[in-house]
């Protein structure tokens, strides 16, 4: 193909640049786009840098910022591919949560009730809190009160209870009274990795019906009659109900077998005269909610038998104990108080032969031991509280205190003559 100048229109040689007639350039002209300045190119990588910087510092910051964990009765927690349990339970069963909590109370007096804290871990179910505890920065307990309640629960400063409650983490004693509704108790653990751990465990507290049995208005001057009103207060009541029962100043022959509720028994007081059990008085009441209470009644023995007799949790105050074999006996899995009461003449005079992981109250005030052949036999006690004798008299017994199984006792104010 003839190339032909593009500006003249002359014949052009095969390899010319430049036409021969008017010595313009034959090539075709391109557009040139004007340069980008060389501080553009660099503001915009910087710009392209930044946002990959900080994109990358979010993400990191995501990954690792403190997280909230909040359960009910339990929170399974995941650190450095271990898993815990933090919960909380009963003592006879730490794996399991409890995050219901049934109690009754009086409007006019407090309650008190431990709330337990267990660390486990969760494969095993074994005791992590030693473990665990090195990944807490601190500890304590809110409570998020019932706004139709009358009155606040309160919670303690959580503690390590090793006397009480040897098993559990932490231990709070919480106080109420029977109208506080049904308020929350939240534990609330701050690690120091800044993650935060609830565990909530709801109260729900009912107000005690407390019903009054005298002997000026129901029949009980004989045995066979207390027993028949026994059943009717057993079908009567629920086992929450609290029962007072009002005893008249006469002497009951045969023995007396309590099970099903519990009961709290006083004995007469007005001046006509005592109100005596001469036969075993044996509690075994497997459905009691409350503990079994006796006061001011004459427990009058032949040598012979129990005077009292505990298979489950109970109290005697302001009793006396005379000519028994075992004046008062705590077995299986009771916790037995004797308060103020005089226990003389017997073979031993207060037996405690109990296991299990409870214990109500720790003292053993005011009594008196009195030619006893063994005031005081201590061959199990559960838990490790102290037994406290404060004001207690010890006279003429053979062996004051026989304490087989090495228990915690408080003799500090106790008199030995």
């Not at 008017?22 to 930044?50: E, F, N």
């Not at 946002?51 to 927690?77: C, H, K, M, S, T």
């Not at 898993?83 to 409890?98: E, I, S, T």
């Amino acid at each position: 193909m003839e190339r032909i100048c593009p500006h003249c229109g002359a014949p052009l040689p095969e390899e010319a640049s430049f036409c021969p007639r008017c010595a313009r350039d034959i090539h075709p002209r391109r557009t040139a786009k004007p340069p980008a300045p060389l501080r553009k190119k660099r503001l915009l990588g910087l710009l392209v840098l930044a946002a990959l910087i900080a994109g990358g510092v979010y993400w990191a910051l995501q990954a690792r910022a403190p997280q909230v964990y909040d359960g009910v009765g339990e929170v399974i927690y995941t650190d450095a591919d271990t898993a815990y349990q933090v919960l909380v339970a009963w003592p006879n069963d730490r794996c399991a949560p409890a995050p219901d909590i049934y109690q009754n109370g009086r409007a006019e007096e407090t309650t008190r009730w431990p709330s337990r804290l267990y660390v486990n871990y969760k494969d095993t179910g074994a005791d992590a809190w030693d473990e665990f505890s090195a990944r807490v920065e601190s500890f304590r307990v809110e409570v998020e009160q019932d706004a139709r309640g009358a009155s606040e629960l309160t919670a303690e400063a959580p503690t390590v209870r090793d006397d009480y409650s040897p098993d559990a983490a932490m231990v709070s004693t919480l106080d109420f009274t029977g109208d506080c509704g049904e308020p929350q108790v939240v534990w609330v653990l701050e690690l120091t990795n800044g993650d935060v751990i609830r565990v909530r465990q709801t109260m729900h507290v009912t107000l005690i019906n407390t019903y009054v049995y005298d002997y000026h208005d129901y029949p009980m001057e004989t045995l066979e009659q207390l027993r028949t009103l026994l059943d009717r207060i057993e079908a009567e009541t629920d086992r929450l109900d609290e029962v007072l029962v009002y005893l008249p100043p006469v002497t009951y022959t045969g023995k007396l077998e309590l099970t099903g509720r519990s009961y709290e028994f006083h004995g007469c007081t007005d001046g006509t005269g005592r109100t005596v059990f001469t036969d075993t008085v044996h509690v075994a009441t497997e459905q009691a909610y409350w503990l079994n209470f006796f006061y001011d009644i004459d427990f009058v023995g032949d040598g012979s038998g129990v005077g009292l007799s505990f298979s489950v949790s109970g109290r005697a105050t302001d009793c006396t104990f005379t000519g028994w074999k075992t004046a008062v006996l705590g077995y299986g899995y009771a916790w037995v108080n004797v308060i103020g009461c005089h226990l003389a003449d017997n073979q031993v005079g207060f037996h405690f032969n109990s296991t299990g992981q409870s214990a109500n109250h720790s003292l053993y005030n005011d009594n008196r031991f009195e030619n006893n052949g063994t005031a005081v036999l201590l061959e199990s006690v559960p838990t490790d509280m102290t037994l406290d004798f404060v004001g207690s008299v010890f006279a003429g017994n053979g062996t004051d205190i026989d304490n087989r199984c090495d228990h915690s006792l408080d003799l500090s104010q106790a008199v030995f003559s």
